[in-house]
């Protein structure tokens, strides 16, 4: 992976393979098929992420929830590395003069980052018009970044002189290919118009990852600002992005119990309550290891040594992070019977 944002050559190279290979919302999606109400979205392990126990029906709209719940976080993340192009990014660029086939790049990764936002966006309103499902109330249960304490201190940040956002974006690449490796041994048993939008998603992400590294490394090799404030920043930057996102997921995480207010409403919410009593199998403690340790999707959120190409940078450049638990990473499994 290149890392060098002082190449100009290489960095024209991504730019004309980026195009080339690129993908548009309209086309690059069967949207017309809707999705299959008897399919998983994801595969679940034994456990079903903190729901043990759970019935066949049960696992299928659990599964689709967390479905839902992913594609909502990256559309929300994504929808926020948008928002924060100038202060994070073209601000940046001013303070940090490098070659314009970096900012030719960052331009085309923005775009990029939109137009995945508009489709997980656009999946999670498919999926509520398939199955009848009030989009309103379905947005009750999703998580939102718009707005929240995570938005506002990731541009306190930004606007300090800080780089906690390409900390964030770096992680979030990962993240996201790492829930398609999680899928793709599964894609007969999930539903088709959910595996291939995340099929599309890794392929502009694995051509577009090394950014927020490029990013991160012109920062690290420029000069600029007080020798304080750089230092500063580069000790807490990473650790910032951290504590942020972390709070974030696992408030909004905690909406699922406003099924139990939606119940009247459609069966897939009544389905979705009668999950909760199964949440109370686990211990304080119990719960606590699997959300950070190996509860699929939620942990390679939450723990960031799940996301070893970030860190690599992070030591690298002499960047602290928190000292969280060794990954266990659950073994998940399709459906007992697919239809």
């Known amino acids: 992976m290149r890392v060098d944002p002082f190449d100009y050559l290489g960095l024209r190279e991504q730019i004309q393979w980026q195009r080339e290979k690129g993908w548009t919302l309209e086309g690059g999606l069967p949207w017309a098929d809707g999705v299959r109400e008897d399919r998983y979205c994801l595969p679940l392990d034994e456990d079903a992420v903190a729901f043990p126990g759970l019935s066949e029906e049960q696992r299928i709209v659990m599964s689709q929830f967390l479905g839902l719940v992913v594609n909502a976080t990256i559309a929300e993340m994504e929808g926020v590395i948008h928002k924060l192009k100038d202060v994070a990014w073209s601000q940046l660029l001013r303070r940090y003069p490098v070659n314009p086939e970096m900012r030719e790049l960052g331009e085309l990764f923005f775009d990029e980052e939109l ?20 989009p309103v109330a379905m ?3 999703m998580p939102k970044a718009f707005g929240s304490l995570f938005q506002k201190a990731v541009i306190g940040n930004a606007k300090s002189g ?40 890794l392929e502009d992400e694995s051509r577009h990852r090394n950014y927020a590294v490029l990013m991160l490394e012109l920062v690290s090799r420029s000069p600029g600002g007080s020798q304080v404030g750089r230092l500063w920043h580069r000790k807490t930057d990473l650790l910032f992005s951290q504590l942020f996102t972390t709070l974030w997921v696992v408030s909004e995480l905690s909406k699922v119990f406003e099924s139990r207010k939606l119940v009247g409403e459609h069966r897939f919410f009544k389905t979705l309550a009668s999950c909760l009593p199964h949440f109370r199998q686990l211990s304080p403690a119990r719960l606590a290891e699997k959300l950070f340790v190996s509860a699929p999707y939620v942990s390679l959120v939450l723990n960031t040594k799940y996301h070893r190409h970030t860190i690599d940078i992070a ?23 697919v239809a």
């Open 315 to 337: 030591h690298q450049q002499r960047t602290p992070s928190f000292p969280f638990p060794a990954p266990k990473p659950a073994i998940v499994r399709g459906p007992r019977r």
């Open 162 to 201: 800080g780089h906690a956002f390409w900390w964030l974006v770096s992680s979030a690449e990962e993240v996201s290919i790492a829930i398609y490796q999680a899928l793709h041994g599964w894609r007969d048993a999930m539903d088709p118009l959910y595996f291939t939008a995340h099929q599309r998603h």
């Open 115 to 134: 137009k995945h936002a508009q489709m997980f966006g656009r999946y999670n309103q498919v999926f509520c018009q398939s199955l009848g499902i009030d």
């Open 139 to 141: 947005g009750r249960l």
